[in-house]
């Protein structure tokens, strides 16, 4: 025990997770579904003019492009996982499951099926309201109890709109072809194909999201002792279950909308953060954002890679390589208590 | 002591009331369709038995025994089979989480149904081979994904919330390998196949139904050797252990009943989502118990596919698939019966 827990974080794993991060973005870059030449990349990033145009555009444009989404939804889906799995005291939630991303889904649905939208962009604002919308419901129901915010509840009711809301978009997708062929896209989560515009909409929602986590992460902690012991010592908890609750659907509205929905990634990045840095929200925070950052760029490269000359989604990599590691975690934990 | 003999009293009012209600029910979706025959008739149709020879109404025998029984107890099967998968989880695991689609079992039988549904193409035609061939591959893809489930969860014993994980793991591959197969496939193709994801009672046949059901009543025998242990386990799994409880054991043939419940069940009419959650916890609120009371949850479970059923069948032109209603209808039921029925100190 040479180093405190500080120390241990901010020398040890913060830089880890950071050279991780990097490595995860230069793969990015210099792999994908168009085999070119890695000196031809480097001479790109470098500004070298003697590249051709093509590359520049494959390298710089969409690769580059795809690269930053990774980045944000990779941070947003990390954070609202640990933020849920604390928030339901529950080591199974997932932000789906507390029909955020049905509500994504289904608003999607709704707006193909009555308007028929051009382009992305109508599509990410109806997912990020409908997720709104449906966070919104459970928390209501959630919090009308006498009960206020039982982790126990909160759960049976998101379950309950999760399986409501994807009953609705089933309906849609079976009554309307059309629905069900733009549908069925959208609902392999991936990076590919977004528009330029996606991007520039979510970032706000991120950070706003971030920094709301961020805010409440020390109440948490006192909340994890216990509401009772969280309130003596002044903690306004429906504020801050609250917060949390708001933080979750931003965070996974606004990545939901513009990625589809991306599973596991949620799920399984608290896990492997707590196994990493402890309990603590303070570190738990950046090190869900950062891990959810290069496991989404990681997913995303391999499934360019193994998919030649097409691509796999990456929620199915990330799905496929990601199960085993999550089973690992779950098979060498001691206890499974969040 | 005298809340248990209440709540005991309860359930059996309940479950006698909700047996009331699935005859009704029974009689209501078998006589509705696109012919409609009388409520009065079904019930002669039925006490006549399959053989049609001297009954007054051919048409109306014809109609309720070849095409509506199978549909109608397809959905029966559905409702009671996923309750008890269900029941049977969320009892051991003490999570009101656990259900047949955490078991990776549905999802399983999903992906292995869309693969022949969709990577198959020339299977797409309805033959009787494809009729066939559907309902074994999920089965067998069911239990394939239960048993690597079992397998990966097994450490030193098992523990309800690492299967659940595990469960829900495989369950989120299965379902990538399911999407990634629909947009892969001609629309088409994609479109029979989310209907059978979504769960419908359609493709039932007499042939399946004969040997779905028999699976699902012997699960359901099975469990009436191991309900004291059950009681015990509701307790906590050190209070049963030290009540002499063979934990592993009861686990272990729990978990097989609700695999090869859930496996006969979803090979027939699809991986109905919300009835191995729901169904269980409507009958434990009602029941104001920390464990859901078999008995009832299967009541309850059949109820509410016989309804979602019948009402799917209302909505004209569209065979819409049973899996919506359930969907639709059971998380309102849920929402309200959290805000009705809320147990003190649960």
Same mark, same amino acid.
């Given at each position: 025990?040479?180093?405190?827990?500080?120390?241990?974080?901010?020398?040890?794993?913060?830089?880890?997770?950071?050279?991780?991060?990097?490595?995860?973005?230069?793969?990015?870059?210099?792999?994908?579904?168009?085999?070119?030449?890695?000196?031809?990349?480097?001479?790109?990033?470098?500004?070298?003019? /003697?590249?051709?145009?093509?590359?520049?555009?494959?390298?710089?444009?969409?690769?580059?492009? *795809?690269?930053?989404?990774?980045?944000?939804?990779? /941070?947003?889906?990390?954070?609202?996982?640990?933020?849920?799995?604390?928030?339901?005291?529950?080591?199974?939630?997932?932000?789906?499951?507390?029909?955020?991303?049905?509500?994504?889904?289904?608003?999607?649905?709704?707006?193909?099926?009555?308007?028929?939208? $051009?382009?992305?962009?109508?599509?990410?604002?109806?997912?990020?309201?409908?997720?709104?919308?449906?966070?919104?419901?459970?928390?209501?129901?959630?919090?009308?109890?006498?009960?206020?915010?039982?982790?126990?509840?909160?759960? &049976?009711?998101?379950?309950?709109?999760?399986?409501?809301?994807?009953?609705?978009?089933?309906?849609?997708?079976?009554?309307?072809?059309?629905?069900?062929?733009?549908? *069925?896209?959208?609902?392999?989560?991936?990076?590919?194909?977004? $528009?330029?515009?996606? &991007?520039?909409?979510?970032?706000?929602?991120?950070?706003?999201?971030?920094?709301?986590?961020?805010?409440?992460?020390?109440?948490?902690?006192?909340?994890?002792?216990?509401?009772?012991?969280?309130?003596?010592?002044?903690?306004?908890?429906?504020?801050?279950?609250?917060?949390?609750?708001?933080?979750?659907?931003?965070?996974?509205?606004?990545?939901?909308?513009?990625?589809?929905p991306i599973a596991f990634l949620g799920l399984a990045t608290p896990h492997i953060a707590r196994k990493m840095v402890g309990t603590d929200m303070r570190k738990l925070i950046p090190t869900c954002a950062l891990l959810g950052m290069a496991l989404l760029l990681v997913a995303d490269t391999a499934g360019r890679v193994a998919g030649r000359p097409g691509e796999l989604e990456a929620s199915l990599t990330l799905a496929i390589f990601g199960a085993p590691l999550f089973i690992m975690v779950v098979r060498n934990r001691r206890s499974l208590a969040v | 002591m005298a809340v248990t003999r209440a709540a005991t009293k309860r359930i059996w009012i309940f479950s006698i009331l909700g047996l009331a209600i699935l005859v009704w029910l029974f009689i209501l979706d078998v006589s509705t369709g696109d012919v409609n025959v009388a409520p009065a008739n079904v019930f002669a149709a039925l006490l006549h038995g399959? #053989?049609?020879?001297?009954?007054?109404?051919?048409?109306?025998?014809?109609?309720?025994?070849?095409?509506?029984?199978?549909?109608?107890?397809?959905?029966?099967?559905?409702?009671?089979?996923?309750?008890?998968?269900?029941?049977?989880?969320?009892?051991?695991?003490?999570?009101?989480?656990?259900?047949? #689609?955490?078991?990776?079992?549905?999802?399983?039988?999903?992906?292995?149904?869309?693969?022949?549904?969709?990577?198959?193409?020339?299977?797409? #035609?309805?033959?009787?081979?494809?009729? /066939?061939?559907?309902?074994?591959?999920?089965?067998?893809?069911? &239990?394939?994904?239960?048993?690597?489930?079992?397998?990966?969860?097994?450490?030193?014993?098992?523990?309800?919330?690492?299967?659940?994980?595990?469960?829900?793991?495989?369950?989120?591959?299965?379902?990538?390998?399911?999407?990634?197969?629909?947009?892969?496939?001609?629309? $088409?193709?994609?479109?029979?196949?989310?209907?059978?994801?979504?769960?419908?009672?359609?493709?039932?046949?007499?042939?399946?139904?004969?040997?779905?059901?028999?699976?699902?009543? &012997?699960?359901?025998?099975?469990?009436?050797?191991?309900?004291?242990?059950?009681?015990?386990?509701?307790?906590? #799994?050190?209070?049963?252990?030290?009540?002499?409880?063979?934990?592993?054991?009861?686990?272990?043939?729990?978990?097989?009943?609700?695999?090869?419940?859930?496996?006969?069940?979803?090979?027939?009419?699809?991986?109905?989502?919300?009835?191995?959650?729901?169904?269980?916890?409507?009958?434990?609120?009602?029941?104001?118990?920390?464990?859901?009371?078999?008995?009832?949850?299967?009541?309850?479970?059949?109820?509410?596919?016989?309804?979602?059923?019948?009402?799917?069948?209302?909505?004209?032109?569209?065979?819409?698939?049973?899996?919506?209603?359930?969907?639709?209808?059971?998380?309102?039921?849920?929402?309200?019966?959290?805000?009705?029925?809320?147990?003190?100190?649960?």
């Amino acid at each position: 025990m040479a180093l405190t827990n500080h120390r241990r974080f901010f020398l040890g794993w913060l830089p880890l997770l950071f050279v991780l991060v990097l490595l995860g973005v230069l793969a990015s870059l210099f792999f994908g579904s168009n085999p070119i030449a890695l000196s031809q990349v480097w001479q790109t990033l470098t500004g070298d003019s /003697a590249v051709p145009d093509s590359v520049k555009s494959i390298v710089l444009d969409e690769r580059g492009r *795809r690269t930053l989404l990774g980045l944000v939804v990779g /941070a947003a889906l990390g954070i609202s996982g640990v933020m849920a799995q604390t928030q339901t005291r529950n080591a199974l939630a997932d932000p789906g499951l507390l029909g955020v991303s049905a509500g994504a889904a289904c608003a999607v649905a709704l707006t193909i099926y009555t308007i028929r939208p $051009e382009g992305q962009m109508p599509l990410m604002w109806a997912g990020l309201i409908g997720a709104a919308l449906a966070s919104l419901v459970v928390f209501s129901v959630a919090s009308s109890r006498a009960t206020v915010g039982d982790p126990l509840t909160l759960i &049976l009711a998101g379950q309950g709109m999760h399986m409501s809301l994807l009953g609705v978009t089933a309906a849609l997708v079976l009554l309307d072809r059309g629905t069900f062929t733009q549908m *069925r896209f959208w609902q392999a989560g991936s990076l590919a194909g977004r $528009e330029d515009d996606a &991007l520039h909409a979510l970032l706000p929602f991120v950070a706003v999201g971030i920094v709301l986590a961020l805010l409440i992460a020390p109440a948490i902690n006192a909340l994890a002792m216990g509401s009772d012991y969280a309130s003596s010592v002044g903690i306004p908890v429906s504020a801050v279950r609250f917060v949390g609750i708001a933080a979750i659907t931003i965070l996974t509205g606004a990545a939901t909308a513009a990625c589809g929905p991306i599973a596991f990634l949620g799920l399984a990045t608290p896990h492997i953060a707590r196994k990493m840095v402890g309990t603590d929200m303070r570190k738990l925070i950046p090190t869900c954002a950062l891990l959810g950052m290069a496991l989404l760029l990681v997913a995303d490269t391999a499934g360019r890679v193994a998919g030649r000359p097409g691509e796999l989604e990456a929620s199915l990599t990330l799905a496929i390589f990601g199960a085993p590691l999550f089973i690992m975690v779950v098979r060498n934990r001691r206890s499974l208590a969040v | 002591m005298a809340v248990t003999r209440a709540a005991t009293k309860r359930i059996w009012i309940f479950s006698i009331l909700g047996l009331a209600i699935l005859v009704w029910l029974f009689i209501l979706d078998v006589s509705t369709g696109d012919v409609n025959v009388a409520p009065a008739n079904v019930f002669a149709a039925l006490l006549h038995g399959p #053989d049609p020879a001297g009954f007054f109404d051919p048409l109306g025998h014809l109609t309720v025994w070849e095409f509506r029984l199978p549909v109608t107890l397809a959905a029966l099967l559905a409702g009671v089979g996923l309750a008890l998968a269900g029941a049977l989880m969320q009892t051991i695991t003490r999570n009101p989480f656990a259900s047949p #689609d955490t078991l990776g079992v549905s999802q399983g039988a999903a992906a292995a149904a869309v693969l022949l549904l969709v990577g198959i193409p020339t299977w797409f #035609d309805s033959s009787p081979l494809t009729d /066939a061939a559907v309902p074994v591959a999920a089965f067998i893809g069911g &239990l394939l994904s239960a048993v690597l489930v079992y397998v990966l969860a097994w450490r030193r014993g098992m523990e309800g919330v690492r299967l659940i994980l595990v469960g829900i793991a495989i369950s989120v591959v299965m379902q990538a390998i399911t999407v990634y197969l629909l947009i892969t496939g001609s629309v $088409e193709a994609a479109t029979r196949a989310q209907v059978w994801i979504t769960g419908s009672v359609y493709d039932a046949s007499w042939e399946l139904l004969a040997i779905a059901f028999p699976l699902v009543i &012997l699960g359901a025998v099975a469990c009436i050797f191991l309900t004291r242990h059950y009681r015990a386990i509701a307790l906590g #799994d050190d209070t049963a252990h030290s009540l002499g409880v063979p934990l592993a054991v009861v686990n272990t043939a729990t978990v097989l009943i609700a695999v090869i419940v859930t496996a006969a069940t979803v090979s027939v009419v699809g991986p109905l989502v919300f009835v191995g959650f729901a169904a269980p916890q409507i009958a434990r609120l009602i029941a104001v118990r920390p464990a859901p009371p078999l008995v009832l949850s299967m009541v309850c479970g059949a109820v509410f596919v016989l309804a979602a059923a019948y009402l799917t069948r209302t909505i004209p032109q569209q065979q819409l698939p049973v899996g919506i209603a359930t969907a639709v209808i059971g998380g309102p039921i849920l929402v309200w019966l959290l805000f009705r029925l809320q147990p003190k100190g649960l």
